[in-house]
């Protein structure tokens, strides 16, 4: 399927819209993405990062108030996953959503951000949440603390 065929899939799915209105609404959101143009591009016509843009663009289709995104910056090198790091906040404060997002890329999570919980696989339990920030330098959990300085500790306690 094109691009616009995945994105219009949803909306004609759970929508009674006419086939002009799922063209108009699927470029809009083609173009929130910065994917004006690409309609007609299939999945592998275009980069990585330009897929994950893509993939954006249809959980976004039927405009949901909490948009969940698992690992999107993975794959992606540095400066591709800064720019959809950028584009994550935007659209979250443009459409006034709330952005969920698993991920591993300390990064992202610094940049994007404001609330974390971080899960700990040995006890399986909630290990901390809180602001990202606060969390590296404060955390009573010294296994978030250690996450969140890339393995290095410091003289920051909590």
Do not use: W
């Not at 935007?90 to 969920?100: A, C, E, F, K, Y």
């Amino acid at each position: 399927m094109t691009l616009a065929e995945n994105i219009a899939l949803p909306i004609e799915e759970n929508t009674r819209l006419a086939p002009k209105a799922v063209r108009e609404l699927v470029s809009y959101k083609l173009a929130l993405v910065g994917l004006t143009g690409y309609e007609d591009y299939y999945p592998a016509q275009i980069s990585g990062g330009m897929n994950k843009r893509a993939g954006i663009a249809r959980a976004m289709a039927l405009d949901p108030d909490i948009l969940f995104l698992d690992e999107p910056g993975a794959g992606l090198d540095p400066l591709s996953s800064r720019r959809l790091d950028d584009l994550i906040l935007r659209l979250r404060d443009s459409l006034g959503s709330t952005v969920v997002i698993v991920t591993h890329e300390l990064a992202s999570i610094f940049a994007i951000a404001n609330n974390c919980i971080f899960l700990d696989i040995a006890t399986r339990t909630q290990g901390a949440t809180g602001n990202p920030t606060e969390l590296r330098d404060h955390s009573e959990n010294p296994a978030v603390r250690l996450f969140l300085r890339r393995g290095e500790e410091s003289n920051i306690t909590s």
